[in-house]
DNA sequence: AGTTCCCGCCAACGT
DNA sequence: ACGTTGGCGGGAACT
């Protein structure tokens, strides 16, 4: 994937004189002025942010390359990229154990070679912290954590396609409903256009997320939906969670979001940002968590059929909006 | 007019 | 102090 393949079509070739109506004779310096104000001419491909992954990708593929340093500077000056940027995608990454946060400037990647065991265990975690019953509104939101959000974002995002029924269409809203606590312990209420801007920051750094696991065909962006504008996400990735056993049809149950549910949360549930250290939150690996097998017995056969799970989907949201009055 | 995502301020944390 | 990470939201760029 390159990134003049937004280049629909490649310019007439021609020669130099035939664009600069001058035929005589000009310096090769000035000669690469020219080519530069007739470069400018033709449309330009835009400015390759969104490939800012994908190009990451290609210096560093998930497969084929060992283990290897990465040195952040470096790398966002080969990708023409600000630093800052290096955090956005290798914080995500680092969240799918790609890479590990070395030393100060230095990861090391480790590309997809822990992926498959990860995917694993963040179906199990997905499980303890009730993700199910938290789509269809009856198990109380996780609490999150105030640290490294992008990375625990990452992960509960794709929980909640490991844990719902292979071919489950999830949209950026209706994960955000879900995995982003807006209780605040401390009485600060938040004002409702306060509570619309997070909603709204949350679905951006969510955008992020699904970008990079596009990238590394976690999952794909399902267009063309009719029925609701905004657009679904379906988990293909390497790891099936379980045959679609009978895509269930949640039950609109308006429920009441945090009042009903008081939250019994163990803490041992959720691993995943264990750690107090404020900056320091390692995301726990395969290699210290006891083995877990998972008991997937699930043979069901019945291949989801597409309306099922749209009307699945249609009914998660009419659930959210439902919940949403009740906020 | 809504969706998608780029960009950079600046706070929190580390050294 | 000063450098490194990264939360966060405005608003540009796309439909």
Redesign the pocket.
């Known amino acids: 994937m390159y990134e003049d393949d937004n280049i629909t079509c490649t310019p007439k070739r021609c020669v130099l004189t035939e664009v600069t109506n001058s035929s005589s004779y000009v310096s090769p310096n000035a000669n690469l002025k020219l080519l530069t104000n007739v470069a400018l001419q033709y449309p330009t491909p835009?400015?390759s942010?969104?490939q800012?992954k994908e190009k990451f990708l290609n210096l560093y593929p998930l497969h084929g390359i060992g283990t290897v340093e990465i040195q952040?500077?470096t790398t966002a000056a080969s990708l023409g990229?600000?630093?800052?940027?290096m955090?956005?995608i290798?914080?995500i990454l680092e969240a799918m154990q790609c890479a590990v946060?070395k030393?100060?400037?230095?990861y090391l990647w480790h590309g997809g070679s822990r992926l498959n065991g990860f995917l694993k265990m963040l179906k199990k975690q997905g499980e303890s912290l009730r993700l199910s019953e938290v789509l269809r509104g009856r198990a109380p939101k996780p609490p999150t954590p105030?640290?490294?959000?992008?990375?625990v974002l990452a992960q509960r995002f794709l929980m909640l396609f490991l844990v719902e029924p292979h071919n489950t269409l999830i949209n950026?809203e209706m994960a955000v409903r879900v995995l982003i606590d807006t209780s605040n312990k401390y009485k600060t209420v938040l004002s409702v256009e306060?509570q619309e801007?997070?909603h709204?920051?949350?679905?951006?750094?969510l955008?992020?997320i699904?970008?990079v696991f596009i990238s590394i065909g976690l999952i794909e962006k399902v267009s063309g939906n009719l029925i609701l504008?905004?657009?679904v996400f379906k988990y293909v990735g390497p790891y099936k969670p379980k045959k679609a056993d009978k895509v269930m049809v949640a039950t609109p149950s308006p429920i009441t979001p945090l009042a009903v549910l008081d939250s019994q949360q163990r803490a041992s549930s959720c691993p995943v940002y264990a750690g107090k250290?404020?900056?320091?939150l390692e995301f726990t690996t395969p290699t210290t968590s006891r083995e877990l097998k998972l008991g997937i017995s699930t043979p069901p056969h019945t291949p989801s059929h597409k309306w099922d799970e749209i009307l699945l989907v249609a009914d998660m949201e009419l659930t959210r909006i439902n919940n949403g009055v009740m906020l």
């Open positions: 835009p400015p942010a969104v800012r952040l500077d990229v600000e630093k800052r940027r955090y956005d290798i914080n946060h030393r100060k400037n230095t105030k640290h490294k959000t992008l990375g950026l306060q801007r997070q709204k920051s949350k679905v951006r750094r955008y992020d699904a970008n504008k905004k657009p250290s404020k900056r320091k």
